[in-house]
């Protein structure tokens, strides 16, 4: 055979091939292998078995009042508002703290419902993508990475303000609350200013508006070559807590000895430490719980 035609005959192929997986991947994007089950179990709670061949589709929170962006995480977790879910596996499981035992919403989600919060308010990451790989996976944003667990406790402070003041509580959050506490009694305002706990110390870097850095802007300016886990922000604030001398050689910072919970509390309570301006939020998303009699100026 002619040299000529088996390179015509394979790229052929090849073509072939590229336009197969194309069409592949069109008619099946990763999103309907994690609908298709919810409906499948969505039949069998429901025991309707018409139900498992619902249509799939994607499922998108339009948000132009609270963030400007579309979250379309429930194209996946289709199973968090619905209480049927809660001992489902992820990511069908119901959100935590929205109903009790017997399935009537009472928790503070309620507050916040999704339709109008959408997730990433609270959760951060990348609300349009639709794969895993590109909304909890190794894939890393210059933006923000998604915040799980306890770390989304982080974002309670975008709203309600007053949460730092002394007499104000916030207990949905508990985390956060510990870190403010935690701020307090090891003494971080005698070297780092911080409006919202309203010190005013200079030996360390000001941390007002630390919680609204990008990863991008943290990434250029901290170094990183000691971090042992995920060379994400969240990560080097975590172990700079555990020791302060190890992640930034050479620091006056002091080692408080804290516990992987404390240190959790106290990366949950930096985090949360916001530059408004920045996270723009319309004052109609505001709110003045915990209400706090004292009245503090948190913006002063
Ligand atoms: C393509 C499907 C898909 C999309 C889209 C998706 N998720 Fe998930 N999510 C999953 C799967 C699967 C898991 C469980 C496995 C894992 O953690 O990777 C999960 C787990 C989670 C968890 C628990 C993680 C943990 O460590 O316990 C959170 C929180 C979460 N997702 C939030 C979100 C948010 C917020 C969005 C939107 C920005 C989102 N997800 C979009 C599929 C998805
Ligand atoms: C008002 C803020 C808020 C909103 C809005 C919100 N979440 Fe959460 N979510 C949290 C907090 C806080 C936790 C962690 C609770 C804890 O473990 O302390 C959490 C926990 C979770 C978990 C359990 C796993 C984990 O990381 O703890 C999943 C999954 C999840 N959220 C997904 C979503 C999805 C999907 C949406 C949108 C449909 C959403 N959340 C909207 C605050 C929120
Ligand atoms: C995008 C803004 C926003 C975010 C982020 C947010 N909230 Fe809210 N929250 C509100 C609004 C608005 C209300 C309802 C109006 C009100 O009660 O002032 C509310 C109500 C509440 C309530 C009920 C208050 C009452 O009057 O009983 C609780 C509790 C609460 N939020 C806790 C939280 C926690 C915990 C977080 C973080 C995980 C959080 N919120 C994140 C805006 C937000
Ligand atoms: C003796 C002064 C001192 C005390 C006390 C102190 N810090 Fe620091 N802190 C520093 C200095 C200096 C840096 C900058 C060098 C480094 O990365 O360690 C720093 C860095 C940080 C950073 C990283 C900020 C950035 O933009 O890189 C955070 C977050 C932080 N401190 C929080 C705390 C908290 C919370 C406490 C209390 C538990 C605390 N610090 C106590 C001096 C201090």
Redesign the pocket.
């Known amino acids: 055979m002619d040299i000529k035609n088996v390179l015509f005959a394979f790229a052929g192929v090849s073509m072939a091939v590229v336009f197969g997986i194309l069409s592949y991947n069109g008619a099946n994007p990763e999103w309907h292998d994690y609908q298709r089950p919810y409906y499948k179990m969505l039949a069998q709670k429901m025991n309707d078995p018409a139900l498992a061949n619902a249509p799939l589709k994607i499922e998108q929170v339009w948000l132009p009042t609270v963030n400007n962006r579309a979250d379309r995480c429930m194209t996946c977790h289709k199973g968090i508002g619905n209480p049927l879910f809660k001992d489902a596996p992820q990511p069908y499981t119901t959100h935590p703290d929205f109903f009790d035992e017997e399935g009537k919403p009472t928790g503070y989600i309620l507050r916040h419902p999704f339709e109008k919060f959408g997730c990433t308010v609270c959760h951060e990451g990348e609300g349009q993508a639709l794969s895993v790989e590109a909304t909890h996976g190794d894939v890393h944003h210059l933006d923000r990475e998604l915040l799980t667990g306890v770390f989304a406790q982080s974002s309670c402070s975008k709203c309600h303000q007053n949460l730092y003041s002394r007499n104000a509580s916030l207990p949905e959050a508990p985390t956060l609350m510990a870190g403010k506490e935690?701020?307090r009694t090891?003494?971080?305002g005698?070297?780092?200013t911080a409006r919202q706990m309203r010190t005013k110390?200079t030996?360390?870097?000001e941390?007002s508006g630390?919680g609204s850095?990008t990863e991008l802007s943290f990434y250029l300016?901290?170094i990183f070559e000691h971090v042992e886990g995920d060379h994400t922000k969240l990560q080097w604030?975590w172990e700079?807590?555990k020791d302060?001398g190890k992640?930034?050689p050479g620091?006056?910072?002091?080692n408080?000895r804290?516990t992987d919970e404390e240190a959790d509390q106290?990366t949950t309570?930096?985090s949360s430490f916001k530059d408004e301006t920045k996270e723009s939020i319309p004052m109609k998303f505001l709110s003045s719980y915990p209400f706090d009699a004292e009245v503090v100026a948190v913006r002063d």
């Open positions: 935690l701020f090891k003494g971080c005698a070297c780092h110390g030996a360390g870097p941390l630390f850095k300016v901290h604030e700079h807590f302060p992640i930034t620091t006056i910072m002091p408080f804290l106290l309570l930096v």
